[in-house]
């Protein structure tokens, strides 16, 4: 008999396949982006609404149907399958509602008829949620409590599975993601926060960009007047890869292990090096306009901008969290990192970069603890009461990103620090102006300790293998479409095509690919309006797999 772990991340699904008797991890299985159309849990949110949940939750549970595949193996065998994430990726992944989660404000919620919903644990039979999708038995779904309804499963996990919880002295803990969960614990009071970071956080922003997955750049280091690249292995092990010079993008020296592109935690890498070794003396701007570390792979100063908007935003909102606690800077003693972000990057250059807190004591990094706490739980269904009473216990307050002003004000510094490359005197007085701290200025050297070498500790014999296209497709009529085909040439990602048919055409859209309400080009471009996201369905086409 078999039990899963199955994480429903921002950017993507990762899930294990573990030996019942053994508790021994037999294959990991990732997703190389999430199923629904947008970059965000708010991209997703929408799309739910607009579309419909119900056309939601078939895509997520098409794209659990092909990870149960890639497992090969008998799922009449499969026992458990217990699955964490945030409360609109559990809710969507459920079919509950939504609504809540989308409009703050009771007066709202209360006309929309949504008052009360609860996110409690539960095990039900896996046949209730995938009728008519795949065959479960044997098998039956964990989903382990929310704190608070906006305060989720991934948000727990990321303060048991760590020491956040346990901590005595003040302490802040980040989940690195395209929805970035944070705390911060001063005594007895927990505040929790979240960031829409956006996908260029974990390298999805950016064309080179890729998640954590073998032959991603991770890291990068000097060595003399060059570049020597750190590329993770067929087991998401660190390995050496090219020597380059990232101005022309000659090899130097060729490594043990060849490119093919950069996650997250090597951008930074490399915007860190850029800053310290004066490549970039104001930022955007770059030698060329771009560095250079491998055939397509590039660094752009359009990019430099969009992985500084969620560094900002990040920043923001743990400044804005120390603002609501009180905390001096020099009180912070620990700050926990965690996710594929939080394992892979180079904590001391993340804190010379900002997006790791330069004013920690120390910084510690952990691995992907959603997938963590689902493991916990697909072996030892038992514990879901322990982690239900730790759920009540922790008293947390949420503070509302979207309705903080002393966020806006500081993410407004943040976005001309990025984009414009405003000195940071000049972002310390603009901080002053609205009655916040400065930053402290000496340079950064916490003290890093890295728990695990892998976003995923344990991979198992057989190692991971990425779903690499979903296979997912969403598909319309197009009342009045006169074939003119602009829907398509506007789509950047060209995740939509348009199909001759009687008595009206219709538009095929790939899931995965699709960007979302973050773009709607296909939208705004159409002539005739007809090209219409609320009356989309889902079709099926054979996934592409890959190990």
Same mark, same amino acid.
């Given at each position: 008999?078999y039990v899963?772990?199955?994480?429903?991340?921002?950017?993507g699904f990762?899930a294990?396949?573990?030996? *019942?008797?053994?508790?021994?991890?037999?294959k990991t299985?990732?997703t =190389?982006g999430?199923?629904?159309?947008?970059?965000?849990?708010i991209?997703?949110?929408?799309?739910?609404?607009?579309t419909?949940?119900?056309?939601?939750?078939e895509? %997520?549970l098409?794209?659990v149907k092909?990870i149960?595949?890639?497992?090969?193996t008998d799922l009449?065998?499969i026992?458990?399958?217990?699955?964490?994430?945030n409360?609109i990726?559990l809710?969507?992944? *459920?079919?509950?509602e939504?609504?809540d989660?989308?409009?703050?404000?009771?007066?709202?919620?209360? @006309?929309l008829?949504?008052?009360?919903?609860?996110?409690?644990?539960?095990?039900f039979?896996a046949?209730?949620?995938f009728?008519g999708?795949?065959?479960?038995?044997?098998?039956q779904?964990?989903v382990?409590?929310a /704190?608070k309804?906006e305060i989720?499963?991934d948000a727990?996990?990321? %303060?048991?599975?760590?020491?956040?919880?346990? *901590?005595e002295?003040?302490?802040?803990?980040t989940?690195?993601?395209?929805?970035?969960?944070?705390?911060i614990k001063?005594?007895d009071?927990i505040?929790t926060a979240?960031?829409?970071?956006g996908?260029?956080?974990?390298?999805q922003?950016?064309p080179?960009g890729?998640?954590?997955?073998p032959g991603a750049?991770s890291?990068?280091?000097?060595?003399?007047?060059?570049?020597?690249l750190?590329?993770?292995?067929?087991? %998401?092990?660190?390995g050496k890869g090219?020597l380059?010079?990232?101005?022309t993008?000659?090899?130097?020296e060729?490594?043990e292990?060849e490119?093919?592109?950069?996650?997250? &935690?090597?951008?930074?890498?490399?915007?860190?090096i850029?800053? @310290?070794?004066?490549l970039? &003396?104001?930022?955007?701007?770059?030698?060329?306009?771009?560095?250079?570390?491998g055939?397509?792979?590039?660094?752009?100063e359009?990019?430099?901008?969009?992985i500084?908007?969620?560094?900002g935003a /990040?920043r923001?909102?743990q400044?804005?969290?120390m603002?609501a606690?009180?905390l001096?800077?020099d009180?912070?003693?620990?700050?926990y990192?965690?996710?594929? &972000?939080?394992? !892979?990057?180079?904590?001391?250059k993340a804190a !010379?970069?900002?997006?790791?807190?330069? !004013?920690?004591k120390?910084?510690?990094q952990?691995g992907?603890t959603s997938?963590?706490?689902?493991?916990?739980?697909?072996?030892h269904p038992e *514990?879901?009461e322990?982690?239900?009473?730790?759920?009540?216990k922790?008293?947390?307050d949420?503070? =509302?990103?979207?309705t903080?002003?002393t966020?806006k004000d500081?993410?407004? #510094?943040?976005?001309s !620090?990025?984009?414009?490359?405003?000195?940071?005197? =000049?972002?310390?007085?603009?901080?002053?102006?609205?009655k916040l701290r400065p930053?402290?200025?000496d340079d950064?050297?916490?003290?890093?300790?890295?728990?695990?070498?892998?976003?995923i500790?344990?991979?198992?014999e057989?190692?991971?293998?990425?779903?690499e296209?979903i296979?997912?497709f969403?598909e319309a009529?197009?009342?009045?479409?006169i074939?003119?085909?602009k829907?398509?040439k506007?789509?950047?990602?060209?995740a939509i095509?348009?199909?001759?048919? @009687?008595?009206?055409?219709y538009?095929?859209?790939?899931s995965?690919?699709?960007?979302?309400?973050s #773009?709607?080009r296909?939208?705004?471009?159409?002539p005739?309006n007809?090209?219409?996201?609320?009356i989309?369905?889902v079709?099926h086409?054979?996934?592409?797999i &890959?190990?």
């Open positions: 008999m899963i772990a199955l994480d429903l991340g921002t950017s990762r294990q396949l573990i030996d *019942q008797k053994t508790n021994k991890t037999l299985v990732i =190389m999430h199923p629904l159309p947008g970059g965000n849990v991209d997703h949110l929408e799309f739910a609404i607009v419909g949940e119900d056309v939601a939750n895509v %997520m098409q794209t092909k149960l595949n890639a497992f090969d009449k065998e026992q458990y399958i217990a699955v964490c994430g409360p990726q809710s969507l992944f *459920q079919n509950i939504i609504r989660l989308a409009y703050a404000g009771e007066t709202k919620q209360k @006309k008829g949504i008052e009360h919903v609860e996110r409690e644990a539960r095990i039979p046949n209730e949620l009728t999708v795949v065959d479960l038995p044997n098998c779904i964990i382990p409590p /704190i309804h989720g499963a727990l996990a990321m %303060m048991t599975e760590t020491d956040f919880y346990t *901590q002295k003040p302490c802040l803990v989940d690195y993601g395209t929805n970035a969960e944070m705390a001063v005594g009071k505040i979240s960031a829409a970071a996908p260029s956080i974990e390298g922003g950016i080179c890729m998640l954590a997955a750049i890291d990068v280091n000097l060595e003399g007047d060059y570049w020597r750190t590329v993770l292995d067929e087991m %998401m092990q660190s090219d380059v010079d990232p101005v993008g000659k090899i130097i060729k490594g292990i490119a093919v592109g950069i996650t997250g &935690t090597g951008v930074i890498s490399c915007m860190s850029m800053l @310290k070794s004066k970039m &003396t104001t930022i955007p701007k770059l030698p060329n306009g771009k560095v250079i570390l055939d397509g792979i590039e660094i752009t359009k990019d430099v901008v969009e500084g908007k969620a560094i /990040i923001a909102a400044l804005t969290l603002e606690a009180d001096d800077y009180e912070l003693e620990y700050a990192i965690s996710g594929a &972000t939080g394992t !892979y990057v180079d904590g001391k !010379y970069l900002g997006s790791v807190p330069s !004013y920690a120390n910084v510690i952990f992907n997938i963590g706490l689902a493991r916990k739980l697909a072996i *514990q879901l322990d982690v239900k009473k730790m759920a009540k922790i008293q947390a949420h503070l =509302m990103m979207a903080s002003q966020f500081i993410y407004i #510094c943040e976005l !620090y990025w984009e414009q490359g405003m000195p940071m005197e =000049m972002y310390d007085e603009m901080l002053r102006m609205f930053f402290p200025h950064p050297d916490p003290n890093v300790e890295r728990r695990v070498v892998r976003d500790d344990d991979v198992g057989a190692g991971v293998t990425m779903v296209h296979g997912v969403l009529p197009a009342h009045g479409c074939f003119c085909h829907c398509e506007s789509c950047p990602e060209n095509t348009v199909h001759d048919s @009687k008595p009206d055409n538009i095929v859209i790939d995965q690919k699709c960007l979302g309400s #773009c709607k296909c939208i705004t471009n159409c005739k007809a090209v219409n996201h609320s989309l369905k079709v086409k054979e996934e592409n &890959t190990s």
